[in-house]
């Protein structure tokens, strides 16, 4: 059972391009992350959210625990915007750690 | 670079061998996170440790396990290994708990035969 779900899966776009990344959980949490996995497969964290947004640069994240639902957002998105986001979650409790989503593999051509 | 270090970053071994996998942490990081990365199945947690204490379990097979040292760089040590443990491992690190940001290391790529 995947208690996260990512959209889409993959996700093509042309330079400078606004970009959307959706990740929805079933129950309530104590923290959201984005991730940025490379092509070469090192892993980054983004962001780190329990309420309203954060922005980094054209990176824009925004969490609505209402309906259990996280927004990433590129802005003017580029080439080396390509990557693997990952959506994680922290429910906290008796489940002890971070628990992911399948990944969204975006592409962005120049 | 994330200031997590991993040894070795790729390793090729056969069926029914035992590897160990080392990370050593940020400084002042007391928290280490190793996570299981597969095709099939995705990023899962494996195990916590904080401060030489396991912190918390995940999905980690009775084969394989893991420790924290006094200095505070761990080993995950993988044993009777199967075809279906070839994965990267991934260690991650912070100064506390799984709500805050966490710090990834390279990874190991672990080719079983």
């Known amino acids: 059972k995947n208690e996260v779900e990512q959209s889409p899966q993959n996700l093509t776009a042309q330079e400078g391009e606004f970009i959307t990344i959706n990740c929805s959980y079933s129950v309530g949490i104590s923290a959201l992350h984005w991730l940025q996995q490379h092509p070469g497969g090192g892993i980054v964290s983004l962001f780190m959210l329990s309420s309203g947004k954060k922005k980094h640069g054209r990176l824009i994240a925004t969490i609505n625990i209402q309906e259990k639902h996280s927004s990433l957002h590129i802005t003017a998105s580029h080439p080396r915007d390509s990557a693997v986001y990952i959506c994680a979650v922290y429910y906290g409790g008796s489940q002890g750690n971070l628990i992911f989503g399948k990944g969204t593999k975006l592409s962005v051509k120049p | 670079d994330s200031g997590v270090t991993q040894t070795p970053k790729h390793l090729i071994t056969a069926t029914g061998q035992r590897v160990t996998l080392r990370c050593s942490p940020r400084?002042?990081?007391?928290?280490v996170y190793w996570y299981q990365q597969s095709l099939d199945q995705g990023l899962q947690f494996l195990i916590q440790?904080?401060?030489?204490?396991?912190?918390a379990k995940g999905n980690i097979l009775e084969r394989f396990s893991a420790q924290q040292f006094p200095d505070l760089h761990s080993e995950l040590n993988l044993s009777s290994l199967e075809l279906g443990d070839s994965a990267l491992y991934f260690c991650a690190s912070n100064p506390s708990g799984p709500y805050n940001e966490q710090f990834f290391g390279p990874g190991t790529r672990l080719t079983v035969l």
């Open positions: 440790y904080y401060n030489g204490e396991e912190r």
């Open positions: 400084s002042g990081d007391l928290s």
